[in-house]
């Protein structure tokens, strides 16, 4: 406690506490202890950190007990502390809870980037997913929440078209290279076969249908967990 | 190597160029935007597949950046024109700037 009022305060219930009436000791405590709660020093503690406030609910309690033990006013006294404190933490919880209501970061729908990464390759997904969200915050602000939501699913709606288009072609072309490959082999050109089945694999995996291993995505994030072993360009 | 360009890799490839030394897929899309009407709707997607299929052929490269946390932890791809990518984009602007300079100013307004 080192604010100097709280200090002072302190020091006056000491003080008050070596006189033996007990009856105005509990009335000056009560006193001393409200004049405590509404202070602003005390009021700034419970807004930097809520334990401090409480610590010095702690330090009146323990001090006044201390001289008070055998009071007929202890129980009521403690009751009533316990009251106050009660009233504290459930005040400095509601405080944290709206700060951060109010602090709170919107975030864009990403379970919808779930599509990125179904029609594109992880690394690509994962980096279009991350534009679309570093841009997120800047559609906020010139198109409010909603706004930028339709943006966002805009931006993945209109993307659907072209990647699966792409991604089509891309199985064409592997579909057609495995049957010209089982072809090849039938008249006996085994290499050139080999060589089309490499080309029509790439074209498989990178179409996203065949991933060598599972692709497994945070749904909270829309991001893919388990990168499967995809061919680098 | 397949050399031609179609008319949205060109747009593309402009992107990757206006976007600078740090293009990325977003600033591409923006560019590419700039240059089309408005109402031509350029997808986010069709600038990823562009950019894939022109990396296929030679014509841009591109690296990861470092994850960072206002993309949700994900790395962000930057691109950039390869020196085939500039002799193909200017194979195939150059017919155009000279179709320009021949209707000269103002045509369209004829």
């Keep these: ?233 | 190597m397949n050399d031609s360009l179609g008319e949205f890799e060109v747009l593309v490839l402009t992107g990757v160029i206006a976007g600078g030394a740090d293009a990325y897929g977003m600033t591409v899309h923006e560019e590419v935007e700039k240059l089309v009407t408005a109402k031509r709707n350029v997808s986010l997607g069709a600038i990823y597949t562009t950019l894939g299929r022109l990396e296929e052929k030679g014509f841009v490269e591109s690296w990861f950046g470092e994850p960072t946390t206002e993309r949700g932890g994900r790395a962000k791809k930057f691109y950039r024109i390869t020196a085939p990518g500039k002799r193909v984009l200017h194979e195939a602007l150059a017919p155009m700037a000279k179709a320009l300079r021949v209707v000269g100013p103002g045509w369209s307004e004829v």
């Design chain 1, 1 to 233: 406690m080192t604010d100097p009022r709280l200090l002072r305060l302190r020091a006056e219930l000491a003080m008050e506490l070596q006189k033996d009436e007990v009856s105005r000791k509990y009335g000056y405590c009560q006193t001393l202890l409200w004049r405590a709660l509404r202070s602003d020093a005390l009021h700034r503690h419970l807004n930097v950190d809520p334990r401090q406030g409480l610590n010095l609910i702690e330090e009146i309690l323990a001090l006044t007990l201390g001289q008070q033990g055998r009071s007929i006013y202890r129980t009521n006294f403690l009751a009533e502390l316990e009251s106050i404190r009660k009233r504290l933490v459930s005040a400095a919880e509601e405080r944290k809870r709206t700060e951060g209501l109010s602090k709170r970061v919107p975030r864009p729908p990403a379970k919808l980037a779930l599509v990125l990464y179904l029609l594109m390759e992880d690394a690509d997904a994962d980096a279009a997913a991350g534009d679309l969200e570093q841009r997120f915050p800047e559609r906020i602000k010139r198109l409010g929440e909603r706004g930028a939501r339709i943006w966002y699913a805009k931006q993945i709606g209109t993307s659907v078209w072209p990647l699966l288009w792409a991604a089509g072609q891309r199985v064409l072309k592997s579909a057609v290279g495995s049957v010209l490959s089982i072809v090849l082999r039938t008249v006996g050109l085994g290499s050139v076969a080999d060589e089309l089945k490499r080309v029509a694999g790439v074209q498989r995996r990178r179409a996203g249908i065949v991933g060598g291993g599972r692709l497994e995505v945070d749904m909270r994030s829309g991001q893919a967990l388990d990168k499967s072993p995809r061919e680098s360009r």
